[in-house]
T-cell receptor, first 108, second 112 residues
């Protein structure tokens, strides 16, 4: 089965609403990375989070190793947050295993 | 800061053709990666290289070759383009394996 599963597959919000994106993994990890992919393709690293909670502006990442999950919380969403959010599992082999992503659409 | 450039931005080929994609980084990173992304899916690792002249196969290496000519550049060759290889190819680099990866803008491949 797939090592990394993301949910939901897609999400539509009104501007100002909060979003909670989930990533569940089935194997041990060294770290979890979250990426934002712009419409058009390029990826931007949001968080490198081996465990615990990290904050960056309106974004919060929480990784709970024992529960094999990581989440990305977006508060007060804006239309410019629209795009695809990808999580990727790093098992300390130098390789990342990606989930299929969550497509977020924020409507004005 | 640094930048990763990928050329070409768009690549149109014929079925059976050999096609080469190029990637350059000026971060002075040791490790470089090639991923393929199909529509609506996550990225899958094709090849990676931990240093100049090193090559490591990823999960999707069949049908591809790669070359790490120097520290700053990493090329990917599609050995025989197939119609089901319409995808975006993304190059990335990191200081070492296991560190944060930084991505290029991608090459979009279309096989006629």
């Amino acid at each position: 089965g797939q090592q990394v599963q993301q949910s939901p597959a897609s999400l539509v919000l009104q501007e100002g609403e909060n979003a909670e994106l989930q990533c569940n993994f089935s194997t041990s990890l060294n770290s979890m990375q979250w990426f934002y992919q712009r419409p058009g393709g390029s990826l931007v690293s949001l968080f490198y989070n081996p465990s615990g909670t990290k904050h960056s502006g309106r974004l919060t990442s929480t990784t709970v190793i024992k529960e094999r999950r990581s989440s990305l919380h977006i508060s007060s969403s804006q239309t410019t947050d629209s795009g695809t959010y990808l999580c990727a599992l790093d098992t300390n082999t130098g390789k990342l295993t990606f989930g299929d992503g969550t497509v977020l659409t924020v409507k004005p | 800061g640094g930048i990763i450039t990928q050329t070409p931005k768009f690549l149109i080929g014929q079925e059976g053709q050999k096609l080469t994609l190029k990637c350059q980084q000026n971060f002075n990173h040791d490790t470089m990666y090639w991923y393929r992304q199909d529509s609506g899916k996550g990225l899958r690792l094709i090849y990676y290289s931990i240093t100049e002249n090193d090559l490591q196969k990823g999960d999707l290496s069949e049908g591809y070759d790669a070359s790490r000519e120097k520290k700053s550049s990493f090329s990917l060759t599609v050995t025989s383009a197939q119609k089901n290889e319409m995808a975006v190819f993304l190059c990335a680099s990191s200081i070492t394996g296991g560190d944060t990866q930084y991505f290029g803008p991608g090459t979009r491949l279309l096989v006629l």
